[in-house]
């Protein structure tokens, strides 16, 4: 893993433009958040990312894709998140989900998460979003 600081923005852009092609974020929406304190970025090099922050006892994963599937790669950078975020003291963690994507449903159950609640209509194609969370520690 590495760790990824406001110089990486280019890269991290380019890698969730490549996950996320329907909505990705550009290199000033990733350096402008890598600069707030609390947040954190890990890069996979076999091809994935993700983006947490951290806030007093509570952390949250803002974004996590991989480029290639059934590899691994979703679950060691969701566990890396995971230790990353209670060595910096958060005692639990939170993401969002889109309802119909059962893959990534199915990586974050077998990581312990579960639901917490539903933001409906939340994506610009009228998704639910389902919040999800695991206790750390």
Not at 77 to 93: E, I, P, Q, V
């Amino acid at each position: 893993m590495v760790r990824a600081g406001p110089a990486h923005a280019q890269a991290l852009a380019a890698l969730h433009g490549e996950v996320f092609a329907h909505e990705p974020w550009d290199a000033a929406s990733f350096a402008a958040l890598l600069a707030q304190p609390g947040v954190h970025g890990l890069i996979d090099p076999r091809g994935g990312f993700v983006l947490l922050r951290v806030a007093a006892d509570e952390a949250e994963i803002l974004t996590i894709g991989v480029t290639r599937r059934r590899e691994g790669i979703g679950r060691s950078l969701l566990a890396a998140a995971l230790a990353h975020a209670g060595a910096a003291g958060a005692t639990a963690m939170f993401l969002e989900v889109a309802a119909e994507n059962a893959a990534a449903r199915g990586l974050y159950a077998a990581a312990g998460f579960s639901e917490v609640g539903r933001r409906r209509g939340y994506y610009a194609d009228g998704g639910d979003a389902l919040l999800l969370r695991r206790e750390l520690g």
